[in-house]
């Protein structure tokens, strides 16, 4: 049994008329006839009574057809979602972000997009680190993350979009003597002692550190390697030492702690979208597409 032998059943039922019928369907009335037969047939029993003036449905006949209906809009509402998804318009997408550097954009763009896609579902997952991000999108565990260029130096088969540009701070106690500084050369800092994020949890951050620090003829001296920021920043608050961390990390900073801008185009990186090249889920396309169109509004620095 197949779908248009039901379609010609339901519309057949409808009518009850094979020759109005037949012209609904652009068939000939013997051709109608043969299909219903061969329909009666395979399932056994007699679908129509037929007499020289009226057609009507049998007990069987009008089980059949509520079932056929529902089976015909259950699979035109299939074909429609199949395509709907298809088209980007409906689905799941799955976001990996590093809060502090996507707690400005990620809320206010996450509602912009579901006021026009209210069909897509957002699932979002926090990570507190490069290296714990780039695995999860590695391992298809999200469809798109929001992290730092500095992923990229290691990491391979990406795809990735500029959300905005940030740039490396020095950090320093608030009661410290750079702390009222708007902008400093990072080579003031050679004999400071250092607290540094771990170069284990955060390999990419301590090589871009360590890279500027060494491009101002130094060596820094590190005292203590941190495992987070909040752990990292709390401890500035307690120490005399200094740090350097992303400029989108004070939204955790406390008054304790001052940020102070440093010069040099190699303290400056990008917050990044990055996705896995050949990812298929349509609904990437449709986020990235309406990123495109939204950003001058949403993609702005922390």
């Not at 607290?195 to 390999?203: D, E, F, Q």
């Not at 590190?222 to 004070?250: A, K, W, Y």
Request: hydrophobic residues 45%; contains cysteine.
């Amino acid at each position: 049994m197949e779908l248009w032998q039901l379609r010609e059943f339901t519309i057949l039922a409808k009518h009850l008329n094979f020759t109005e019928t037949a012209k609904h369907l652009f068939l000939t009335q013997s051709v109608l006839t043969r299909h219903i037969a061969a329909l009666e047939h395979e399932l056994g029993i007699e679908l129509f009574i037929r007499n020289k003036r009226s057609v009507h449905l049998t007990a069987n006949g009008k089980v059949l057809l509520a079932e056929a209906e529902a089976l015909l809009t259950s699979h035109a509402q299939l074909i429609q979602k199949i395509r709907l998804h298809a088209s980007g318009k409906v689905g799941q997408l799955r976001i990996g972000y590093l809060a502090a550097a996507s707690e400005q954009f990620l809320v206010p763009f996450g509602t912009h997009f579901h006021s026009v896609y209210p069909g897509i579902e957002i699932h979002l997952f926090a990570y507190e680190d490069i290296p714990m991000i780039m695995t999860a999108l590695q391992n298809n565990e999200v469809d798109i993350c929001i992290t730092l260029s500095l992923a990229l130096y290691e990491s391979s088969g990406l795809n990735w979009k500029k959300l905005y540009q940030d740039s490396t701070s020095a950090v320093v106690p608030s009661n410290h003597p750079l702390a009222g500084e708007q902008s400093i050369d990072a080579k003031i800092l050679a004999d400071q002692p250092f607290l540094l994020l771990s170069r284990i949890t955060t390999p990419q951050g301590f090589n871009h550190n360590l890279k500027i620090c060494k491009s101002r003829g130094f060596i820094p001296h590190i005292i203590s390697e941190i495992p987070n920021t909040l752990s990292l920043l709390l401890r500035l608050g307690m120490d005399t030492g200094v740090t350097l961390l992303p400029r989108h990390t004070e939204v955790y900073a406390s008054p304790l702690v001052s940020y102070v801008n440093l010069s040099g185009e190699d303290c400056f990186f990008d917050v990044i979208f990055a996705w896995k090249k050949g990812n298929s889920n349509p609904v990437l396309t449709t986020f990235l597409n309406e990123f495109e169109k939204a950003s001058p509004s949403f993609a702005k620095p922390c």
